[in-house]
Structures are given as C-alpha cells and as structure tokens.
C-alpha cells in the first residue's frame, strides 16, 4: 500500500515536487501535469518520481465526453483518450474519470445519468479508449459517483463484464458509494460486498471521511480523516490485501495543512495495521 495527496506543492523543479511528497511521509503521487505538457518536462518528472519512490498513482481526466454541449463533449473525449495515452507513458496505476453526466455539468446530477443509453454509451467509448490505446502498463478506471453508473459494487460488476477490457479496471472510493441511509449506517458492509467483486481489479484508491449533516433531510458531507464515521482501519486492511502495492489518495481537503494532518493520521493507521500484523 502505498499513500499520496490529491494536493500539489508549491515547487520550482520536478526534484522539488518530489522531495516535499517525500518528505511529508508520501510514497505515492498524482501526476501533477497533463498532456499538454512538453514531453522533456513529463519525463523530468517521471525521473524525479522514480528516483524518490514515488509510484505514479493515476493520471485524471474529470471531464464528461457525454456532456449536453457537443463541442464540450468532443473536447472532453479527447481528453480522455490523451489522458490515457499519458498515463500509459509515464507508467501509471491507472488513467481515471467518472463515467460523464449527461448533463452541462461534468460531475452534474442529471436523470439521463442513469438511462440505458448512456449506459451502453459508456460501455462502447470505453471500448474505444481501450482498443484505440492498447495499454500494457496501465489501465482505464472510473471512479464511482453517488449520482451516475456505476453506483454500487453490483453495477460496477457489470460494467466491467459488460467492457469485457483487461486494461479496464477499477477505482475504489468507499465514500463515493454511500448514497443511501442504509450505506451509510452500514458502509463496512459495502466495503464488503466491494472487494469481493472488485478487488481483483482495483488499480488504486480514494481516501476521505463523510458524516451525516445534521437535519430532517439525508445529506452526506466530505469531512477531513477521523472527523467522520468512515472505519479507516476496516477498509485499508482491506486494501492491503490486494495483490501489488496499490495507491491511496487522500483528496478534497482545504489546503496543505488540512492534507498534513490528514495523511499523518492515514500513516499512522497503516503503521499500527503493520504491527498488529507482525504479533
């Protein structure tokens, strides 16, 4: 298991990035640019990650290539299929997206996000992307939303039988899952039922906490490492337990302190999960 910040310090050289992720304990990274990039500046920091032991989590899209507005979407298929390009070059865990709300907004709540055309539409550009790319170092994952498909570790199943894509794969967000009162009060048992279908194909993880606001109305809020109800130790002992070292993220926090602390209480956790292993 290997653990990393959604987060990029301020830095003036690829050297500098990866010795402050070092030193604040990471082992692993998100790519910090894009494929726009020049290609000499990508390796530079390919070779920096490499020389600090950083594995090279994942490499995001966070675009919808099924959004209303066709020029939108066009930009965004692109981006996708570049993106994954990327993550193939520098060797990443995985390329990740959300599945696309068919909507104006990329990450939007629409009803279209859950018809039977969007679906076999994400179905068949997945298809694409992966044939088009033809990965051996990397993989094409989704991340799972709480208001698009795949929403649970059931439809995920499916989906991934459905692409029938070895370099389709999977990323697990625990929180993202929780879309229900009962996923809530029972988010160990999702955990569950997750890495029983999925863990096979889990290429890397998010990290974050969520709590129930206070109120009449179900309303989850993202709140930062230990402030919420999520059992940390239940889902990272599940996480290493899959083959490999798989990334984890932490993500959405306020700002560098909020990661610090953060990831020290995530460090924290897997050491003591180290120990309980060795007695």
Not at 45 to 62: H, M, R, S, T
Not at 93 to 106: F, I, K, Q, R
Not at 211 to 240: N, Q, T, W
């Amino acid at each position: 298991m290997r653990i990393g910040i959604g987060f990029v310090p301020e830095h003036r050289s690829p050297e500098e990035w990866a010795e402050k992720l070092r030193k604040k304990g990471m082992s692993a990274a998100v790519f910090p640019l894009d494929y726009r990039a020049p290609v000499p500046q990508i390796d530079a920091y390919v070779q920096a990650a490499a020389e600090a032991d950083l594995l090279l989590a994942e490499v995001g899209v966070w675009d919808s290539p099924f959004q209303t507005d066709a020029a939108k979407a066009t930009v965004a298929q692109e981006k996708c299929l570049e993106q994954f390009r990327l993550a193939e070059y520098i060797g990443a865990c995985c390329c990740v997206n959300v599945s696309g709300a068919a909507g104006p907004v990329w990450s939007g709540c629409y009803p279209e996000n859950y018809s039977e055309q969007l679906y076999w539409k994400n179905v068949e550009f997945i298809q694409f992307l992966c044939d088009a790319i033809k990965p051996r170092r990397t993989c094409y994952t989704l991340e799972v939303m709480q208001w698009m498909l795949p929403d649970s570790p059931e439809q995920y199943h499916k989906l991934l039988n459905d692409v029938d894509r070895d370099s389709f794969a999977v990323h697990m967000d625990a929180a993202n899952f929780v879309n229900s009162a009962y996923r809530y009060t029972h988010h160990n048992e999702v955990i569950d039922r997750s890495f029983a279908l999925l863990g096979n194909r889990i290429r890397s993880c998010h990290l974050k906490d969520f709590r129930l606001d206070d109120g009449v109305s179900f309303a989850v809020r993202e709140v930062p490492c230990g402030s919420g109800i999520l059992d940390m130790d239940h889902y990272l002992r599940k996480i290493r337990e899959l083959d490999g070292e798989v990334p984890v993220i932490l993500e959405h926090l306020a700002d560098e302190e909020e990661y610090d602390r953060a990831a020290a209480r995530t460090i924290a956790a897997a050491k003591q999960l180290d120990r309980e292993e060795i007695q």
